[in-house]
């Protein structure tokens, strides 16, 4: 017998609906999902109207299906019905039909209007094109044939069954799949790409289900597109799901010698027809950078990809989701009843909704039970590091904790070497022997809870947390172990991991946890002020982009990493009292001198730096050099708005008399703008900062060349506003009242 138990009751009662029609051969009217006065279905005939109640009640007893029955006895009273039909996915004796049948006989033929489990089970077989329209069904039902004629492959496969039986109930069948399923039908390969949490897995798992019902013999590759080749059959029916194909961190991993070439013939072997069929699954950032690496990858046909996002599910699907987890959840009575009163409302709406957080919320590892349920799923939305800490305490290695805590301390976006350099240093702090396979394990099982992975054909791979509630937690954490957080101050190797902790503890308000993690900053303020002089002349982990003449584009450390160092000391010791720190501000002073007058650092920083430092309490000489240093550093370098505006604040800031020097530096000016003005289309950048330069230089006429320009920059921008206008949101998804009437069923769940 097929196995109602994957349908919720909307889906059930649907089911229902179309074998009624198809078996009485005449329309059946449904409602909008809700509690419903006592008609579910309705239907004429020459006799009168007619009413069908469906009761899913697969997993309940007869007793409770009996009181429900009850229930129904009043509601049918009033509607004088001239036919009643009661349908149930329970299993139902023929003693127990008769005691329905007594309950509604005014309005029944016979207890043949009764219908339990097997009389659904005999009208589906009867009429199977209406099972062909329920997907979820009929794929379970096959699956669980396959299973059980091919008990050697179910043995094999026990994981990949497991994993698939538990989601498909939960499952909500959209657009989506559609989609992706008619592509795998065209052309035999499907590619599902989008970012984590977002239901690529799940929808695989929906097409490997609907095809092993239909004979094909599932086959799970995990590490190399070498094991569908191993057991590539010409005569069998063959269906290969290789998720994450391009690997979790980088598509590195995966893409072993010729792996792309491989993985390329797989899929023209595939494509090019016959019983086998291939579904994959990567995060779209992967494959596009995969793309542009492997040649063999660059030409991957994109009519075999589909990308899954979450504003690809609309607004009726997210309801159903919701509810269809909720619906097969353990979650109490009394928390159902939260929701439905309209609790559903701000989770639907909620910005950090994902089909990913509603299985957590949903699920044994949450409070279910307690009141205000709604309110906690928000919260858990607003404020996920609740379920980190959960997760953080409860599920992760030791050498995983400290990779979640030492990515605190680092840039938000780190690449995966100064990740490293700094993990293997505290771990090794805390009494761990980390290794490079150990940290790509991390990354793996971290990924996509605590850390998302992002490739940049440019920034190459960087880590970061998954959202800044992931990093204030962390923050938390070392907040409330002080001897962790004396660990992560000793295992410092850059610079930037204590200033960055620091400004975070910088204190805003008494007694909030800044200021608790300021304290033990100054507790260990000795450690602290070794550890940044040991770390001053370390590499920086930031990364930024830039440029050079022989070499183009690329990335490198930020020009001002000992500007920006420098200015932390000034922090320390002018701003927030952390103690006297003249001795590294002098010295490093006495650095950037050198840098500047070998035109190395960077502009900005190094302005800012010296008007700080102006009235620190330098010794005058030593301020003078810096002052001529950068004067000279700037004056030379003059070769684009950025440099001439740096140079003019640095005067104009430090008191300068800019104009002193004959007309040489005007008629400079004048001859660099003209070529900006020939050379940008329509105008240059930073016009107003131009401006500014041309009216202090006394250039009446170039002032008003440049006035016209930002005249007629507005008046383009104002007309591309006005053309651009939204038109508000018009996604044509459910109603307000059809989401009530939807939630209002928990109230009625056996």
């Not at 330069?693 to 016209?708: M, N, P, Q, R, Y």
């Amino acid at each position: 017998m097929r196995d109602f138990s994957v349908l919720s009751d909307v889906e059930f009662e649907e089911l229902v609906g179309d074998l009624l029609a198809a078996d009485l051969g005449t329309h059946f009217e449904r409602f909008s999902p809700g509690r419903d006065g006592g008609v579910d279905l309705r239907w004429r005939s020459s006799a009168g109207l007619g009413v069908a109640q469906c009761k899913h009640y697969q997993k309940s007893s007869f007793s409770h299906l009996m009181s429900a029955a009850s229930k129904e006895f009043e509601k049918a009273k009033k509607l004088k019905p001239a036919h009643y039909k009661f349908i149930t996915s329970l299993d139902l004796s023929v003693g127990q039909k008769w005691k329905i049948y007594s309950i509604f006989s005014a309005w029944m033929s016979g207890p043949e209007d009764v219908l339990g489990a097997r009389d659904v089970d005999a009208l589906l077989t009867q009429h199977q094109q209406v099972e062909q329209r329920h997907a979820k069904l009929w794929v379970s039902t096959g699956m669980q044939l396959f299973w059980a004629v091919h008990s050697e492959i179910a043995n094999r496969a026990e994981a990949l069954r497991v994993r698939i039986e538990k989601a498909m109930p939960r499952y909500v069948v959209n657009a989506g799949y559609s989609v992706a399923r008619r592509m795998l039908d065209e052309h035999n390969v499907c590619l599902i790409s989008g970012p984590p949490g977002i239901g690529k897995t799940t929808l695989a798992q929906m097409l490997l289900a609907e095809h092993i019902s239909a004979g094909y013999t599932p086959i799970e590759v995990s590490q190399d597109i070498n094991e569908a080749w191993h057991v590539l059959h010409r005569e069998s029916k063959q269906i290969f799901i290789y998720d994450d194909f391009l690997g979790q961190i980088t598509f590195s991993e995966r893409m072993s010698k010729n792996e792309d070439r491989r993985l390329t013939d797989l899929i023209d072997r595939i494509s090019d027809g016959g019983d086998k069929k291939l579904v994959l699954t990567t995060r779209e950032y992967i494959l596009r950078d995969a793309r542009r690496a492997y040649e063999g990858l660059h030409g991957l046909d994109r009519e075999f990809q589909f990308i899954l996002e979450l504003n690809g599910y609309s607004r009726r699907d997210r309801a159903q989701i919701l509810y269809n987890h909720l619906w097969h959840s353990d979650v109490s009575p009394n928390c159902m009843h939260e929701v439905a009163q309209g609790g559903y409302k701000e989770i639907l709406d909620h910005a950090g909704y994902s089909p990913r957080m509603i299985e957590y919320c949903t699920g044994r590892a949450f409070d279910t039970d307690s009141p205000g349920y709604p309110q906690r799923v928000v919260v858990s939305l607003d404020h996920p590091e609740r379920i980190w800490r959960f997760a953080f305490e409860r599920h992760l290695t030791q050498e995983q904790r400290l990779l979640v805590l030492v990515l605190c301390t680092l840039p938000v976006n780190v690449e995966l070497d100064p990740l490293w350099r700094a993990h293997e240093s505290l771990c090794k702090s805390c009494g761990l022997q980390p290794s490079r396979g150990s940290f790509r394990d991390c990354l793996e099982v971290l990924e996509g809870t605590f850390v998302s992975i992002e490739i940049d054909s440019a920034a190459g791979t960087t880590i970061r947390h998954t959202n800044p509630s992931v990093r204030e937690f962390g923050i938390l954490t070392l907040s409330e172990d002080a001897e962790l957080f004396r660990a992560v101050i000793e295992s410092a190797v850059f610079f930037e991991q204590l200033s960055s902790l620091y400004r975070y503890a910088s204190p805003t308000q008494p007694g909030s946890k800044k200021s608790i993690l300021f304290s033990l900053f100054l507790s260990e303020r000795e450690k602290v002020i070794a550890q940044l002089s040991q770390t001053f002349h370390s590499p920086s982990p930031q990364r930024e982009d830039r440029w050079s003449a022989d070499d183009g584009p690329y990335r490198g450390e930020p020009l001002g990493k000992y500007e920006r160092r420098i200015r932390f000391y000034y922090q320390l010791d002018e701003v927030d009292s952390y103690g006297s720190q003249r001795q590294p501000i002098e010295s490093g002073v006495e650095l950037l001198v050198s840098r500047w007058n070998e035109g190395k650092g960077g502009k900005s920083e190094a302005n800012t730096l010296l008007m700080r430092l102006r009235h620190y309490g330098l010794s005058e000489p030593l301020w003078d050099q810096a002052h001529d240093a950068l004067h000279r550093w700037l004056s030379s370098t003059l070769r684009g708005t950025e440099d001439w505006t740096h140079l003019f604040r640095h005067l104009r800031d430090c008191g300068d008399d800019m104009f002193a020097v004959s007309g040489e530096m005007s008629e400079r000016f004048a001859r660099f703008m003209d070529d900006e003005f020939s050379s940008w289309d329509p105008f240059p950048p930073d016009l107003d900062e131009m401006r500014e330069i041309a009216d202090s230089f006394g250039l009446t006429e170039l002032v008003e060349k440049i006035d016209e320009a930002l005249e007629e920059e507005i008046d383009e921008s104002a007309s591309a506003l006005s053309y651009g206008k939204s038109k508000g949101r018009q996604d044509g998804n459910t109603s307000d009242e059809g989401e009530a009437i939807l939630f209002a069923r928990l109230l009625d769940r056996p």
